[in-house]
């Protein structure tokens, strides 16, 4: 992890906003278009404010997916789609067809899975490449819904199912390969309850399978934004 940039800022979500903002017309201005991959969490509903009353976004020419979702309806509370849709997405003009959340299949987590690894194939090609990927850090170091001691963290299939010991609540997860798949990769962390993953993460023994957000790296930038003294 010695690779990665560490940014201390004042304002995580507001740091985010503005790599975002960044990412996006410099993707549009090199490709002619923007494949952004959002997470869920707290901090990216406060980015969203920021995005929504912001300008200059190519909001026509960017393309949505999601890193994890939980294996929730669409109007769930907990759905990171649906926050997203309602502070965000439903707030700008991006064409809905350039919106790819993880589909809802009750009772199908797996065949839920496939078919979104099927998605970002076919918009993105079979070696999909992001501009920007978004992530968070739990406090138990794990990102995505890739968790400590879960065989998931080596997973090779781009997509899987994840099921929490503690709850037996299903979440649906890009692999680490695949979050590792971007131009940039940001990692979003705020608040001291952090503090103790981010420091292990960045500076501890290299085990991703205890410290699962230590196995993603990025195409060219990996940026830890946080909100934490270290």
Excluded: C
Excluded at 4 to 27: D, G, N, P
Excluded at 201 to 219: E, F, M, N, S, V
């Amino acid at each position: 992890m010695s690779s990665a940039e560490l940014r201390t800022v004042t304002s995580v979500a507001a740091a985010a906003a503005e790599l975002f903002i960044a990412s996006s017309k410099q993707s549009v201005a090199q490709s002619g278009r923007f494949n952004v991959v959002l997470s869920g969490g707290s901090t990216p509903l406060t980015m969203y404010e920021y995005l929504v009353k912001a300008s200059g976004i190519p909001w026509d020419k960017t393309v949505v997916f999601w890193g994890d979702e939980r294996f929730v309806p669409f109007e769930h509370p907990d759905s990171n789609y649906g926050t997203a849709k309602k502070a965000l997405l439903e707030a700008v003009a991006i064409p809905g067809k350039q919106i790819h959340p993880w589909p809802y299949l009750a009772q199908k987590p797996q065949a839920a899975a496939r078919q979104y690894a099927h998605t970002i194939r076919t918009v993105l090609g079979p070696k999909p490449k992001f501009d920007l990927i978004f992530l968070g850090l739990g406090e138990d170091a794990h990102t995505a819904s890739l968790f400590p001691d879960s065989k998931i963290i080596e997973a090779t299939d781009m997509t899987v199912v994840s099921q929490i010991r503690s709850s037996g609540a299903i979440r649906l997860s890009l692999n680490a390969e695949t979050l590792s798949l971007g131009r940039v990769v940001a990692f979003l962390v705020s608040g001291e309850k952090k503090r103790e993953a981010l420091v292990q993460t960045l500076h501890g023994p290299r085990d991703p399978k205890r410290y699962p957000a230590q196995a993603i790296t990025a195409k060219e930038q990996l940026i830890w934004l946080t909100d934490l003294e270290l």
